[in-house]
């Protein structure tokens, strides 16, 4: 999962025709860290879209504006727009992470 590192290459990623995943975390999150333990696999599964990672703490407007409440999140973006979230009380498991990619198709 490539990572973001600021809001420009943000606002870039998630402006494609393609759909984008972009996972907020922190480094604190014990969640987050639970996730990374389950999520390649679940990228392998989903490779229709490009994934993407961006640390809340370092840019939390963007948290701000996209409703991130909880972590980890999944968001889904196409062309500019936010169009799936998965908060994190519901990103717990594997499981739940696909139940909500499989959704969106």
């Known amino acids: 999962m490539q990572s973001i590192q600021n809001v420009?290459?943000?606002?870039?990623?998630?402006?494609?025709d393609?759909?984008?995943i972009v996972k907020f975390y922190a480094g604190w999150c014990?969640?987050?860290?639970?996730?990374n333990m389950f999520i390649d696999e679940?990228?392998?599964?989903?490779?229709?879209?490009?994934?993407?990672?961006?640390?809340?703490?370092?840019m939390p407007e963007l948290a701000e504006k996209y409703t991130v409440m909880g972590i980890p999140s999944l968001?889904?973006?196409?062309?500019g727009e936010k169009k799936a979230h998965l908060h994190s009380a519901?990103?717990?498991?594997?499981e739940q992470v696909r139940e909500f990619l499989q959704e969106q198709e």
């Open 8 to 16: 420009e290459t943000f606002e870039e990623i998630i402006g494609q």
């Open 18 to 20: 393609q759909p984008v």
């Open 30 to 35: 014990p969640d987050c860290t639970r996730m």
């Open 42 to 58: 679940i990228i392998a599964e989903y490779d229709q879209y490009k994934w993407y990672e961006l640390n809340k703490d370092e």
């Open 75 to 79: 968001l889904i973006f196409k062309n």
């Open 90 to 94: 519901n990103a717990k498991t594997p």
